[in-house]
């Protein structure tokens, strides 16, 4: 079992472009995660997934998109970059407790 | 709504010695709660977590944590620090749901340093 992946593992982007990090499980769970985590704040949920089909706001929505694909993948889209969203995401999934990938480093310049 | 607050967000301890790495929450009602670490460049890895039962909860590692409802508190300890135990460790908190999805609110972390 691969457990949750990520892709990709670095990126950096202008400001203003548009880019889409991806999630992958392999354990059969229904619920999924987006966080990001920056100095001194710990995680922050952006957008989660109860089941396929549902998504739901986090703490921290704006400027971020999601799309649960099917039950094993859940994406997140920055449709237009700003120097803010330099973070490094995390995905998880869960069935009670959650798992974590080895998470996407954005720099945005 | 839940919170997690940690005390100290850097703890330097000697190889060999006492881990004590401080964790209180609020919940109105009846707390799921996690420890996770971190080592440098890595994602979040459970290291242990309390649900119900015995409050005296073992991880990997050789860490432990000890659920006091009294305090509010949810302490991570280990009697004998080692070298990789250099990480950042985050609590977290979580309720039970209905709908499956337990949701985690995190601490802020501690950044452990062991000296040699």
């Known amino acids: 079992n691969a457990g949750v992946t990520q892709t990709p593992k670095f990126q950096v982007l202008k400001t203003g472009q548009s880019m889409t990090l991806q999630c992958a499980q392999d354990m059969n769970h229904n619920s999924m995660y987006w966080y990001r985590q920056d100095p001194g704040m710990g995680l922050r949920l952006i957008y989660y997934s109860a089941s396929e089909g549902t998504t739901d706001k986090g703490e921290v929505p704006n400027g971020y998109n999601v799309s649960r694909l099917n039950k094993r993948e859940f994406s997140l889209r920055l449709e237009s970059a700003a120097p803010s969203q330099t973070s490094v995401y995390f995905c998880?999934?869960?069935?009670?407790?959650?798992?974590f990938g080895p998470g996407t480093r954005l720099l945005v310049l | 709504a839940q919170s997690v607050t940690q005390l100290g967000s850097h703890v330097s301890v000697s190889e060999g010695a006492l881990v004590l790495l401080r964790c209180n929450y609020s919940?109105?009602?009846?707390?799921?709660l996690f420890w996770y670490v971190q080592y440098p460049n890595q994602g979040l890895q459970l290291l242990l977590k309390y649900t119900t039962g015995a409050t005296l909860v073992k991880g990997i590692n050789g860490f432990e944590a000890e659920f006091k409802k009294s305090e509010t508190s949810f302490h991570l300890t280990k009697p004998s620090a080692h070298m990789s135990d250099a990480a950042e460790y985050f609590c977290?908190?979580?309720?039970?749901?209905?709908?499956?999805?337990?949701?985690?609110?995190f601490g802020t972390g501690t950044r452990l340093t062991i000296i040699p």
């Open positions: 998880a999934s869960s069935r009670r407790t959650q798992y």
């Open positions: 977290a908190v979580s309720v039970e749901s209905n709908f499956g999805n337990e949701k985690l609110t």
């Open positions: 919940s109105s009602v009846p707390p799921y």
